[in-house]
Nanobody, 119 residues
Framework: QVQLAESGGGLVQPGGSLRLSCAAS????????MRWYRQAPGKQREMVAS???????IYADSVKGRFTISRDNAKNAVYLQMNSLKPEDTAVYYCNAAQFVSTTWSHYWGQGTKVTVPS
């Protein structure tokens, strides 16, 4: 089972930038989709950005134009570049790997990295 480890979170002032990294314990080539989710205090977990194996990307409306997801298959890593950060971006950010085998999707999660943008 793949292990995912997020890093790069921290405290950043509004308007600042952070780059989150997700390191996988094995090749991410077998995962059809890699995603970043976030969960703010008292709120449900939401999808922030996704990237397919071919490089296609999808973003939540709230982060379009500010966040960029990328993947480096050679390094078994996925990144989330976050610019123009806002207080509402404060959350724990999780990396997710989705694998489709036969007729079933399997999802794997990291432990999360906390991002704090003070108001």
């Amino acid at each position: 089972q793949v292990q995912l480890a997020e890093s790069g979170g921290g405290l950043v002032q509004p308007g600042g930038s952070l780059r989150l990294s997700c390191a996988a314990s094995e090749s991410i080539n077998s995962f059809a989709v890699m995603r970043w989710y976030r969960q703010a205090p008292g709120k449900q977990r939401e999808m922030v950005a996704s990237i397919g194996s071919g490089g296609s990307t999808i973003y939540a409306d709230s982060v379009k134009g500010r966040f960029t997801i990328s993947r480096d298959n050679a390094k078994n890593a996925v990144y989330l570049q976050m610019n123009s950060l806002k207080p509402e971006d404060t959350a724990v950010y999780y990396c997710n790997a989705a694998q489709f085998v036969s007729t079933t999707w399997s999802h794997y999660w990291g432990q999360g990295t906390k991002v704090t943008v003070p108001s």
